[in-house]
């Protein structure tokens, strides 16, 4: 497959060994970046790295390279920072597809440790990563910051619960008005929001999805290809927001 559309652009994805993610990371590479992707279980980043064979795209370095960490750790995410600059040489586009939720979500059986560990990954983990890759992009006056959020952001639905539902409008917060900040410099900040997707973390639901209802929601690569979409785009336009759900799912 030859790369097009990205060449010469670099990506750095967070959560990117599995789901959304990795669906980013094997889309971004397949366009021609140069992808790094960043978690906390190195056996799931070492599977997502090697969905691109470096062959396939006629490379002799591996196509999508990794590095553990834990956006929610600052020290951890400096590190990240560290190598994942030496790695790429810059960072163009970063995505922030880390997240998490947990299977007690009524605020009435929600431990507060989950909610500091919801908001910590979430939202501090968005803030961490942005914090870090903004002196950059500020300083070439250019750069793509990609924020996957949720619909949970949009309306306080039962469903996500109250936790997740705080950290993704946290999440989209500060994206919002980071963009704001920082839109005469050059850097473009998407907050993108999916309903329901076919993701590891349907595993945490209070009530298990089966294989029916997870074939007609939408699948990682459907994300991807947004996120493919808005990077495509010339520096001059900017998708503040994307919405993107299954068919049979009501927005409201």
Not at 92 to 98: E, H, W, Y
């Amino acid at each position: 497959m030859t790369p097009t559309g990205l060449n010469g652009k670099t990506a750095l994805i967070t959560g990117g060994g599995s789901g959304i993610g990795a669906a980013c990371a094997v889309a971004l590479a397949r366009e021609g970046c140069a992808v790094a992707i960043t978690g906390r279980r190195e056996a799931r980043l070492e599977e997502a790295a090697a969905l691109v064979p470096k062959l396939e795209l006629g490379n002799e370095q591996p196509a999508i390279k990794y590095f553990v960490s834990d956006v929610g750790d600052r020290d951890s995410v400096a590190k990240l920072f560290d190598w994942a600059n030496g790695e790429l040489g810059r960072i163009d586009i970063l995505v922030n597809s880390a997240g998490v939720n947990t299977q007690k979500r009524l605020f009435a059986e929600l431990s507060p440790e989950d909610w500091d560990k919801l908001l910590r990954i979430n939202a501090t983990g968005a803030f961490n990563t942005m914090h870090a890759v903004l002196p950059q992009m500020r300083a070439r006056k250019d750069g793509l910051i990609v924020n996957v959020a949720s619909i949970a952001g949009l309306r306080c639905g039962l469903l996500g619960g109250v936790a997740y539902n705080a950290s993704k409008f946290a999440m989209r917060a500060l994206g919002l008005t980071v963009n704001n900040e920082f839109c005469e410099e050059g850097i473009r900040v998407t907050m993108i929001h999916p309903g329901e997707v076919d993701t590891p973390i349907l595993d945490d639901r209070p009530v298990p999805v089966g294989p029916e209802h997870r074939a007609r929601i939408l699948q990682p690569e459907d994300v991807a290809a947004a996120v493919v979409m808005v990077a495509k785009l010339p520096p001059r336009a900017n998708v503040t927001e994307l919405t993107i759900k299954p068919t049979t799912q009501p927005f409201s």
